[in-house]
């Protein structure tokens, strides 16, 4: 079986693609990778050393997968700090960065089904590896037959350190958002960890202020309660009902692995990614007076633009994937990069999505308007208009998608329902965008035979239209 990296890791089935005979090729190719570029001299340019840092989430088997990947590391000479239990990515990002680490493996699928689970690559700098590099790794896959230290021996030797990587990112998090006024603003939030690694740490991080902290889905389950781990709408209902029998300021959400957020109001209504989004780049333009490129990708509200537009900030548009935002944060004067998803990164931390950070940035917001998410929406609404969302994900063989992308390219609709169309965009799918700012897109999935269809409108009925026409244009 090939072993192709998507959007961000290589996901599988567990036990039918994800095995441990796979993780170690895997973690193999990934030794002899990172060995070739301490070899050609990158190391003493850019600072980072022979160490790794691997880290996991709360999948079924997640632990025994890193602890493969750990010996395997091990055996090829490298430095391996292993997290002792179940552990936020962008905790271990910050680790690759902060221990001037080679890279780091995180053992997770993100939001992806119980069935799931995956190897996420970071790159020195505490950020997702580039496409370059993942090629670079799937190209050594097979190279070499898997070295291995035993797990104990390589213990007692120094090989491998078991070390929590979490109170030195927590310390971080409590120097790049304003925690004194958080910690003395009587918030009373609640925090749905969706069943995954965020569980505690907002508890922990503002354990002895004068917040109160509600964790919500806090227990270990590796079938997450029967939901896929995402920060959406439909994974809310538990959360919701709680939370109109006791209603609080806001309901933080994280997904699975705590690299993306989503939220709720105190009631229970969901907030859209996109919503959250906004709200964070307004707190940072008007609240913080931050200046700076914002970088979304193209699946991201228009409101994002009308917000650069109006206080004149350049704006930057990726493909789908943190790492083009990640790439585009490395090049330094960025303000913010979001993505649809509710993937967020803040300059002067890591180049990475931190779904702890966008969180303790929302309480900042809070802490620093003190009126409801609810009120600083409608003013954001009121200024910038109304941006209703949706997306469909539907079946389409990988075969023939490069033809519909080509015809896409070639035969653009005139206008999307009243609107002529102003703007095509093909760098990552087609995306067709129109005089009043509504826009549909189409692209496909890195990895699977998906399409999916992606609009946005001012009213919901539009939406659905928009996603109609696309399903007309794929003819599905």
Request: with cysteine; charged share 25%.
């Amino acid at each position: 079986m090939n072993i192709k990296f998507g959007t961000d890791g290589w996901r599988a089935v567990i036990a039918e693609g994800f095995t441990f005979a796979k993780v170690a090729r895997v973690a193999q190719a990934t030794a002899d990778y990172w060995k070739s570029e301490i070899q050609s001299q990158n190391s003493e340019v850019f600072g980072f050393e022979p160490k790794v840092v691997v880290g996991f989430d709360r999948r079924f088997f997640a632990d025994k997968f890193a602890r493969t990947v750990a010996e395997i590391l091990a055996g090829n000479d490298f430095e391996v700090v292993l997290t002792p239990g179940p552990t936020p990515t962008p905790s271990v990002s910050f680790a690759v960065k902060a221990q001037r680490a080679v890279g780091g493996v995180m053992i997770t699928a993100s939001h992806n089904p119980p069935i799931f689970n995956g190897f996420k690559l970071k790159s020195f700098y505490g950020g997702s590896s580039d496409p370059e590099t993942c090629r670079a790794v799937e190209g050594f896959v097979d190279r070499h037959p898997v070295r291995l230290a035993k797990f104990d021996e390589a213990v007692r030797a120094g090989k491998i350190s078991i070390r929590d990587v979490r109170p030195a990112h927590f310390a971080a998090l409590k120097k790049l958002v304003d925690f004194k006024l958080v910690a003395k603003s009587k918030l009373r939030f609640a925090h749905d960890a969706l069943f995954g690694v965020g569980a505690g740490c907002f508890e922990q991080l503002l354990a002895g202020t004068s917040c109160q902290v509600t964790t919500l889905n806090a227990e270990h389950d590796v079938l997450f309660g029967g939901i896929n781990p995402e920060p959406i709408d439909k994974n809310y209902a538990r959360s919701q009902k709680f939370l109109r029998r006791h209603p609080h300021d806001i309901c933080l959400v994280t997904d699975g692995d705590a690299d993306r957020v989503g939220g709720m109001n105190g009631r229970g209504d969901a907030l859209t990614t996109h919503q959250v989004i906004c709200l964070l780049l307004h707190h940072l333009i008007v609240n913080r007076k931050g200046r700076g490129r914002v970088v979304k990708a193209l699946t991201t509200t228009s409101m994002v633009d009308k917000i650069c537009a109006a206080y004149a900030l350049p704006l930057v548009e990726t493909g789908v994937g943190f790492k083009y935002i990640c790439a585009e944060m490395l090049k330094g004067d960025v303000l913010l990069g979001a993505e649809e998803s509710g993937g967020i990164g803040f300059p002067g931390h890591i180049p990475e999505r931190d779904g702890i950070a966008a969180g303790l940035m929302l309480l900042e917001l809070l802490a620093t308007e003190r009126v409801s998410v609810d009120k600083v929406l409608a003013k954001l609404e009121k200024q910038f208009g109304p941006h209703h969302y949706g997306r469909i994900d539907t079946h389409y063989p990988l075969e023939k998608r490069a033809a519909l992308m080509e015809f896409l390219k070639n035969n653009p609709p005139p206008k999307l329902l009243r609107s002529p169309l102003t703007s095509l965009k093909t760098f990552d799918g087609v995306k067709f965008t129109a005089e009043d700012s509504s826009w549909l897109m189409l692209r496909g999935s890195g990895t699977e035979p998906i399409l999916r269809i992606y609009a946005e409108a001012k009213a919901d009925a539009d939406v659905s239209k928009l996603l109609g026409l696309g399903m007309k244009l794929a003819r599905c």
